[in-house]
């Protein structure tokens, strides 16, 4: 038996993998947060609206954060220690098994063990097979 992509809905854990992996490539593209610089401190603010679809309703998850590491010395500019980055980005609706490829997950396949029973697991494309439509 030839092994055959199961298109299963997304788990609420491979939406939320998903989401971070992405925020996490669109942060190492910034210039400012690379391996090479250094901050004495830091202050971030994220906001995140997500709407999960299932059989005609919208789970609707909205969630603001506000982080501040590190400290400032008495009398000084935070801004002169810290330069400001923004980024906004949307992730449209996609089919599951593509987002598993998009963000480095497994895609449920079924296949057969060795003694003919068939099994379902999951198998790691290569993220550029989102790109050939796995």
Known sequence: MP?????LDLSGEEIRVAILDTLGRRLAKD????????YQMFSA???VHIECHDLGRVAEV???????????????NPDEYLDKADAEFT???????DVRVETGQVVPVLTKQADG??????????RNAA????
Not at 31 to 38: F, I, T, V
Not at 131 to 134: I, L, W
């Open 3 to 7: 092994e055959k992509v199961l298109p």
């Open 31 to 38: 210039g400012y947060l690379n391996p090479n610089m250094a």
């Open 45 to 47: 603010k994220i906001t």
């Open 62 to 76: 909205n969630v603001t954060e506000q982080v501040t590491q590190g400290e400032i010395p008495e009398g000084e």
């Open 91 to 97: 992730m449209e609706q996609k089919a599951p098994n």
């Open 117 to 126: 029973k068939p099994v379902v697991r999951g198998i790691r494309y290569g």
């Open 131 to 134: 790109k050939k439509g796995v």
